[in-house]
């Protein structure tokens, strides 16, 4: 059974930076594809970021300048640092890897991000 736990999430004012951590249990992290979602109250979850096991990047339109993606194989971890946080940010923010095939798709239980003054 693969493990995804995410963890750095809290309370921010805007304009200020958080960085999320999601851990995935096993041994075989580098060829996951990763992938930061988020799900505001009332909105469909959304695709943030991710990072391919070749580290190809993307970024929804919304967080580009301000997000950065990285991962780090030694660790089985993918981190999203935000930045510039706006209020629009507030949501549950989701960890998801993966594989090549199809039933390689795990998520985590979330964590929550807050941006407010």
């Known amino acids: 059974q693969v493990q995804l736990v995410e963890s750095g999430g809290g309370l921010v004012q805007p304009g200020g930076s958080l960085r999320l951590s999601c851990t995935v249990s096993?041994?075989?992290?580098?060829?996951?594809?990763m992938d930061w979602y988020r799900q505001a109250p009332g909105k469909q979850r959304e695709l943030v970021a991710g990072?391919?096991?070749?580290?190809?990047?993307n970024y929804a339109d919304s967080v580009k300048g301000r997000f950065t993606i990285s991962r780090d194989n030694a660790k089985n971890t993918v981190y999203l640092q935000m930045n510039s946080l706006k209020p629009e940010d507030t949501a549950d923010y989701y960890c998801?890897?993966?594989?090549?095939?199809?039933?390689?798709?795990?998520w985590g239980q979330g964590t929550q991000v807050t941006v407010s003054s």
């Open positions: 990072i391919t096991s070749g580290g190809n990047i």
């Open positions: 998801n890897a993966h594989g090549p095939v199809v039933w390689m798709n795990y």
């Open positions: 096993g041994n075989i992290f580098s060829i996951y594809t």
